[in-house]
């Protein structure tokens, strides 16, 4: 059973691009979370999605930020107008449909979002 | 909302003696608790986690947490550290948010972290 898939692992964009960022959950988890990790911080909520529905974006950025779960395919972190300070990990979670289980979430590797 | 403190930035112990990595939470509730470890530019892996059910948590790799109500506390120990125990580690709460459809059980958040080094 593969984990949490996510790409690219790397990504480098210039000022001004805009980044995507690819999240395939585990198989049979229907709920997707992504965090921000800053250099030196913890990891931030950013975003609880379930498929062709956001659930809770309390944690995204107003501007330049948004996410999307699919019905069929990964969900995709879109950062439009990169700027240096969105330079972070991006990780993404899944979560099992049980209630019992939504708690418990599974990481991926994260993307390295470097912006020059 | 819930939060997590972890009261050391960074860990030093040598192999084969024991750690302690330490963390405070604070909630309205009874929470659910983690512990997460990260590798150097890995990604996150589950080491135990504490539903209201044993206040002792036995965990991977020979770790456990002990879930202490009156303390607020949830302090990771492991009797024994290997060298492959370096990396970084967050105490993690469960923090149901309210939001305009309800109640949302998918927001983690974590603690600053604690960086583990293990010496030879």
């Known amino acids: 059973n593969a984990g949490v898939m996510q790409n690219p692992r790397h990504l480098v964009r210039r000022r001004g691009q805009e980044a995507r960022l690819r999240c395939s959950p585990m198989?049979?988890?229907?709920?997707v979370y992504w965090y921000r990790q800053l250099p030196e911080e913890g990891l931030k909520f950013m975003v609880y999605?379930?498929?062709?529905?956001?659930?809770?974006e309390s944690g995204m950025p107003k501007e330049r930020f948004s996410a999307e779960f699919p019905k069929e395919g990964p969900s995709i972190l879109r950062i439009q107008q990169v700027v240096r300070g969105d330079s972070a990990a991006y990780f993404c979670a899944s979560s099992p449909e049980d209630r019992g289980l939504r708690e418990t979430q599974y990481f991926g590797p994260g993307t390295r979002l470097l912006v020059l | 909302a819930q939060s997590v403190t972890q009261l050391d930035s960074h860990v030093s112990v040598s192999e084969g003696t024991p750690v302690l990595l330490r963390c405070n939470y604070s909630?309205?509730?009874?929470?659910?608790l983690f512990w997460y470890v990260q590798h150097p530019n890995k990604g996150l892996q589950l080491l135990l986690k504490?539903?209201?059910?044993?206040?002792l948590v036995k965990g991977i790799n020979g770790f456990e947490a002990e879930f202490k109500k009156s303390e607020t506390s949830f302090h990771l120990t492991k009797p024994s550290a290997h060298m492959s125990d370096a990396a970084e580690y967050f105490c993690v709460v469960s923090d149901p948010s309210q939001y305009a459809g309800g109640t949302s059980y998918g927001k983690l958040t974590f603690g600053q972290g604690t960086i583990l080094t293990v010496h030879p």
């Open positions: 909630s309205s509730y009874s929470p659910s």
């Open positions: 999605l379930q498929k062709e529905n956001i659930i809770d």
């Open positions: 504490y539903t209201s059910a044993a206040t």
């Open positions: 198989k049979g988890h229907s709920h």
